[in-house]
């Protein structure tokens, strides 16, 4: 018999030879394949499982099977009554090699393993985390050698896991000091970016979490992740309540202004909101929140300057400065967070004054700059950031719509929320309108809608609402391209003052559709045009190859209907597609991916800024933009889809694609 | 009228040729010369004064005078007006070169320059402290430009004083936002170690000043520093409030391991009360503690362990492990301490379990790690530690002495106090003795001498008058060679149980020398002498050339009597002296010169630790070193001096020297 073997592992397809004897995770190493290891080959963690493959190997090299492993071992009869172990697997660190052999490393075993999200549309993304935990068993001091504890785990360290460098802050060392006389000499430490123990349990400890917070100005919105799988293990969402001292941001920021404690009383208010956050995440997945390690955070800069605690006042006037626009690290426990208590916060930069950390994430997440087709990432809320470009080069603007699209200042308008409207179709002959309202699955002229949505009621019109019945009051000539309500001798249109509404539902509650509400949709529309169009001038280009929409409205509304509107420029509707919360998506991405940090840091100072109001040409693009499109003219693509035989699928249904990989829908 | 002309400094001796019109700082800048300024040429800070020099200098090569400078300017009268210039001075922002000249610049505009310490016994320090204070006008941001205002002070920093990649903390992202608004885009920023931006103030602020602290186990003493000038502006010390909770260190480290709560509770006090010294220091500076901004720290390891919060129990009992065995950097605010709210706490590295960062305070003082000749450093407390060495080898060690030096385990024992017996003479014929108590500068034959005590009395005997009352025992004969007490009918000699005693002071207290004394003195004296001896056997040397006796009882006691008893090893008398507070003078060095850090960690990591309880030798040591010596066989150089006329003077009052300049007295 051979004294070495032939090894295989998949999927990696990496090769080597090994003596009688070796352990399939030294062969691993040796070999350089990526099989975890958290306990450092002590039988403990279990994350070294591999199956041992059977059948022959391509070119009759090998013919495999756990046959030529050694016996399965009490140590892993142990784990498997324990923890449980599949029959088809072994334990890397004991199983030994002893004749040639096809191995294969599931992904769970795997270090920097890819996986697909299920709570967060990120795909594809590679877990190699900020934060890991090692398990170390650290000498004990002899009065020969008078080394400190701290110095010996570092010894430890670089030792069991080839880790040089490492620091403790000074109140670590006391923990450690702590930890290895309760863990007799073992204990597992939290490596933050391969530079310092951040904490540290008696003996092995395996749980280490991490949260990413996407803080909107209506919504904060957290999912909780385990940081070695990447695994969401919950999510979760609550308003911000910050609403109490103003509903859109400026006021808020007038709030701070006017009031000598407004700014403690923002910060506390959303910081506490935070902390409540963390707790219902944690209970959601049944973990502790000190075992809550690392979090990121994006928002727009005015959530993200109130948060931190910086001054919000330069953000409500020209010129509009940051307090910084690099990316934040502090620790969770200055923002009154309750986590782990050295869990370190990272904030994404803020791009500028009006363009935020939510932005940097969404540009993260949607990663325009990493392919060659122009993309035009388009984020709607209270104003809307526009992000033009590609691998070459890549803008930024912020473009002044005003809360219109969020449903303020419509007279009907409201917030997504059930009972408002989010759909509508008008009979382009009758003039008569059907809808659909959030909450509710059948359009108003189904025989059981009114039974159906007699809890919910009809309250209002939500952003997309608004725009599909802009849009459909267009298309059904009510209004002109000038945005003028003309008269109809139909009774859905009817003199208002010296005006004319659109009468949408006329159950218990009335709703019109008025001509101030056209205006300020058409306002809306022409800024978020001029917008996207200043851009194309700075890049030069007359067309984008994709739109994507991000953020709550940007994925509710009909990219066809955004098109008719003019809210975004001409683009094959093929790829007009929701980026979902892109924004959020980006802080997770953060949370995972150590490397996508200097990613996108590097992304933000290279960004070119665009301040939409010192460019003449913002105006000249707004004014233009005013207009409802002449279809034949502005959007050739769309002219001979624009009267759709059913409603479209909303394109949020539609899976989003990261990166270099394909949709799979 | 030549455009260019020859200028020289002084005492650099740099020169160079400048055109007509440059002003002096741009010229120092130019050719490398030390000239201070901390407002970067804004004629704010007045740093750069210079002495323009009359008279020829060295061959002929100009003529100098105050005429070859542009004229007297409105802002130098200014300055003067605001803050007083020497009218031979002239402001190097300003006066602008027109002729050759020679120009002097004086000691407090050297931005490296040398004191001599007053306060504190440390000559001839490179004043080059962590922390600088730099004034930088920045550029406020715009429309077109939508920087950061943390990135345009950096960028600031740059431009104007050249300093690259530095950082900022989030919280100081926040005050550099308010600083900036507040001193309409002027501040002076403290900058510590060159990289990170630690304080900011509106407009030009020249206060930034450093304490150096010695936490012993009996006083806490500290000097407040402007940390510009080096100048010592205050000192001040205190009873260390944990001697409630035990007398000498083992008993506090008893307390912790008794009581719950005794850890708290000892760190609690001894952070109080540097946090009460810290006021009392900037107090009698005249200074507010939120300009103290650096901060450094020497103690033995329990201080250490106890004020950093660490674990004290295992310095209790083998292996005597560590904490940590590096320095330890960490925010003031951390301790606890009233600072400015950044300020930074260095604390100086510990060697071993016995020998801490006080010992590693004396060796950065007294620097033996820096010249050939072997010297024994000696710092006495409850314990001694012994550190032997030069420039090629260092080997430390602590002592098992006991407190007998301090005066415990002494029947008349006292602490170092007014009203302690500190000098003692016995005559050899008479018996009759002669002393001097702390406090009143006559001896005790001297008529005046009752009067003079009468407020202090006479209240026992402190470290350095046991040394000399054992010694003048020994050397008159009431002492034999192996420490007991002999009858010599005398009726100074009196029985004591089955043993005698010595009358030292029949006065309204009588103070007696028992055998128990002279026992407890061997047992100390062998102890240190036999540390002392190990390290000379690891060394391989059977001689010192220089004793350094540091601590307040070595500040204090009498060399040749050190010798008489065997306190340390032979050596010519002219080489055993002083070293004062060394460990103090440490703590003062590290605050004053960045480069002392490194280099203090540096030898700390190199010296040889060595155990005394497990060297067999020390053992065999201590017992031959409990015999009083044997003067003509173990002390040739000592023997012809021993009898001495008058009492020498204490070593205490000569001057010490550090590195490689020569004593001076």
Redesign the interface.
């Known amino acids: 018999m051979a004294t070495d073997h032939a090894v295989v592992f998949t999927p990696s397809g990496k090769r080597g030879r090994v003596t009688t004897g070796t352990t399939i995770l030294t062969a691993a190493r040796q070999m350089g394949v990526d099989l975890d290891s958290v306990c450092g080959g002590r039988s403990i963690c279990g994350r070294c499982q591999v199956e041992p493959m059977e059948g022959e190997f391509s070119k009759h090299e090998l013919t495999s099977s756990n046959a030529h492993l050694s016996e399965f071992t009490k140590t892993e009869l142990e784990f498997d009554a324990k923890k449980g172990l599949d029959p088809k697997r072994r334990l890397g660190c004991v199983a030994e090699i002893c004749g040639d052999i096809l191995l294969d490393v599931p992904p769970e075993s795997q270090v920097h393993r890819q996986v697909v999200r299920k709570l967060v549309e990120v795909d594809n993304l590679v877990i190699d985390p900020v934060l890991v935990l090692r398990y170390v068993e650290v000498r ?5 050698d ?6 010996r785990l570092l010894e430890a360290l670089t030792e069991q896991w080839d880790l040089t460098g490492i620091s ?4 670590m ?2 923990e ?3 930890a290895l ?1 309760a863990g007799k000499w073992s204990v597992t430490v939290a490596v933050r970016d391969g530079a310092e123990v951040v904490a540290v349990w008696p003996g092995f400890h395996e749980d280490a979490f991490g949260v990413a917070i996407d803080v909107g100005s209506t919504t904060i919105a957290g999912h909780l992740c385990d940081l070695a799988s990447g695994e969401a293990l919950a999510s979760a969402g609550r308003a911000n309540p910050q609403i109490r001292f103003g509903e859109d941001l400026m006021s808020r920021v007038s709030y701070v202004m006017i009031n000598p404690d407004g700014a403690v009383a923002l910060t506390t208010a959303v910081r506490e909101a935070l902390a409540e956050l963390i707790d219902e995440l944690a209970a959601g997945a049944g973990v502790g929140v000190d075992n809550v390690l690392e979090l990121t955070i994006v928002g727009n800069p005015v959530m993200h300057h109130l948060l ?4 919000s006042q ?1 953000l409500g006037e ?9 990316a ?3 620790p969770a426990r ?1 923002l009154d967070l309750r986590t782990h208590h050295n869990a370190q916060v990272y904030v994404l930069p ?4 009006h363009v935020g950390a939510d932005t940097a994430g969404a540009i993260l997440s949607e990663s325009p700059h990493k392919d060659s087709p122009v993309m035009l990432l388009v984020d709607i809320g209270t104003n809307a950031e526009v992000v033009l470009g590609n691998q070459d080069r890549l803008l930024a603007a912020s473009s002044p719509t005003g809360p219109a699209f969020e449903g303020a200042q419509i007279s009907s308008g409201q917030r997504a929320a059930p009972g408002a409207i989010e759909r509508v179709r008008i009979d382009k002959d009758t003039l008569e309108s059907k809808f659909k309202v959030i909450g509710c699955d059948l359009w108003s002229d189904d025989p059981d809608f009114s039974d159906a949505i007699s809890d919910i009621g009809i309250t209002g019109i939500c952003g997309s609402g608004i725009i599909e019945a802009v849009a459909e009051m267009f298309l059904a000539k009510v209004i002109t391209s000038d945005g003028r309500i003309v008269d109809h001798l139909s009774n859905r249109v009817v003199a208002d003052d010296r005006t004319f509404q659109y009468l949408l539902s006329d159950g218990d509650r009335k709703i019109y559709v008025t001509q101030n509400d056209v205006r300020a949709i058409q306002l809306a529309k022409a800024a978020l045009y001029a917008g996207g169009r200043l851009l194309m001038d700075h890049l030069g280009v007359d067309q984008v190859d994709q739109i994507r929409l991000a953020g709550a409205f940007g994925s509710h509304i009909d990219a066809t209907y955004a098109m008719v509107l003019g809210l975004i420029p001409d683009c094959d509707s093929s790829q007009v597609t929701s980026a979902g919360n892109a924004a959020g998506a980006g802080a997770m991405i953060a949370l995972l991916n150590r490397a996508s940090r200097a990613e996108i840091e590097e992304v933000v100072r290279k960004v070119e ?1 665009i ?1 939409t ?2 460019e003449p040409a913002f105006q000249t693009h707004f004014v233009e933009a005013m207009a409802l499109p002449h279809l034949t003219a502005s959007f050739p693509n769309l002219s001979k889809k624009i009267i759709l035989p059913e409603p479209t699928q909303p394109v949020a249904t539609r899976r989003r694609r990261r990166r270099d990989t394909q949709e799979n829908t």
Chains 1, 2 share one sequence.
Do not use: H, N
């Open positions: 004990q001091g002899s009065m020969e008078p080394s400190g504890d701290s110095e403790l802050s000074p109140a060392v006391g450690v000091q702590a006389r931190l605690g910086y001054d330069p020209a010129p509009f400065a940051l307090a910084t626009d690099r934040i690290q502090i200055e803020c791009i500028a004054g800024k301040e109001a010192i």
